[in-house]
């Protein structure tokens, strides 16, 4: 009896902390941006094979080249494809999946990213207990209107589905735009360094 009693209790309160993350999500992830130029960012979903191959490709191919990027999941089983009709749908938009395979969060992922962008309460409650920095959170749908949370589309039919990407692309859009600011203090600051260091 004690340990359903205890069981019970661990639940409830991971539950009521995620219900406060999600209430939290956009100030917390205003606070990240503000924090300093995001040099190395950690895109995490449930199975790396949906949400965050998307989001971290279209990162890829539109930050800053000194912004690194990384994608992980939370599912055991890596190597897996993302699926055909998710290939395709990211095609249209300029995204290839084609090559891409999951690959499993692991502590050395979370010690390199000075920012981990997540999908929903559920990242939240994972990355908490694998003993993330609450300070390196980012909710992609913070960056956006509705909900901060963005669904996971592996049993959407493919109109929910393509609805979820375009929102991630607006979301990263914004991201995107944050991101490209933030680094021109940085880099202007680069400059004038390297000026005066040239000045005799």
């Not at 190395?40 to 998307?54: A, D, K």
């Not at 990242?123 to 908490?128: D, G, R, Y």
């Not at 909900?147 to 607006?170: K, N």
Request: proline letters at 6%; hydrophobic letters at 45%.
């Amino acid at each position: 009896m004690r340990r359903i009693i205890d069981r019970t209790i661990r639940v409830l309160r991971r539950r009521l902390g995620a219900w406060r993350a999600v209430l939290q999500a956009r100030r917390v992830t205003e606070q990240r941006l503000r924090a300093g130029p995001l040099r190395r960012m950690l895109v995490v979903c449930y199975g790396n094979i949906y949400r965050s191959p998307f989001v971290g490709e279209y990162l890829r191919a539109h930050l800053p080249i000194e912004v690194e990027v990384r994608t992980r999941g939370f599912h055991p089983v890596a190597e897996r494809p993302s699926p055909a009709r998710h290939v395709e749908m990211c095609r249209r938009l300029g995204i290839d999946l084609s090559a891409h395979r999951s690959t499993i969060l692991s502590q050395d992922d979370l010690e390199w990213a000075d920012s981990v962008v997540l999908m929903d309460r559920h990242n939240w409650v994972a990355l908490i207990e694998a003993g993330v920095a609450p300070e390196k959170l980012l909710w992609l749908g913070a960056l956006g209107s509705g909900s901060v949370e963005i669904p996971d589309p592996y049993a959407m039919d493919a109109a929910d589905a393509e609805r979820v990407l375009r929102r991630m692309q607006r979301a990263c859009d914004e991201l995107i735009h944050r991101v490209r600011q933030a680094h021109k203090p940085a880099a202007a600051s680069a400059l004038s360094e390297a000026a005066s260091a040239r000045t005799p």
